[in-house]
Nanobody, 115 residues
Framework: QVQLVESGGGLVQPGGSLRLSCAAS????????MGWHRQVPGKQRELVAV???????NYADSVKGRFTISRDSAKNTVYLQMNSLRPEDTAVYYC?????????WGQGTQVTVSS
């Protein structure tokens, strides 16, 4: 019954920044983890970043040092700050939540990095 609402995608030039937001319809206080995946047509969906219940994080090697995942528990929202964007970051980004032994997915938001 949980719904995830994503926002923040769009077109940005190489080297630019975007911040994605994912707002959950309910409390994320007891989540196992929440994070972001991305998918390019013809490729498998890959994990980008996750944040766990007590705040620990993990990142894909390709985004370490450039992307930061964070959360605002009061707003039931998780963010993905993306800096120094590269054309290869172009993908559909999906928010995901694992809570109560169930995984939920957002609708996806397109991020395009191009001149």
């Amino acid at each position: 019954q949980v719904q995830l609402v994503e926002s923040g995608g769009g077109l940005v030039q190489p080297g630019g920044s975007l911040r994605l937001s994912c707002a959950a319809s309910g409390s994320i206080f007891n989540m196992n983890y929440m994070g972001w995946h991305r998918q390019v047509p013809g490729k498998q969906r890959e994990l980008v970043a996750v944040i766990r219940r007590y705040g620990s994080t993990n990142y894909a090697d390709s985004v370490k040092g450039r992307f930061t995942i964070s959360r605002d528990s009061a707003k039931n929202t998780v963010y993905l700050q993306m800096n120094s964007l590269r054309p290869e970051d172009t993908a559909v980004y999906y928010c995901n939540l694992y809570i109560d032994d169930t995984r939920y997915w957002g609708q996806g938001t397109q991020v395009t990095v191009s001149s």
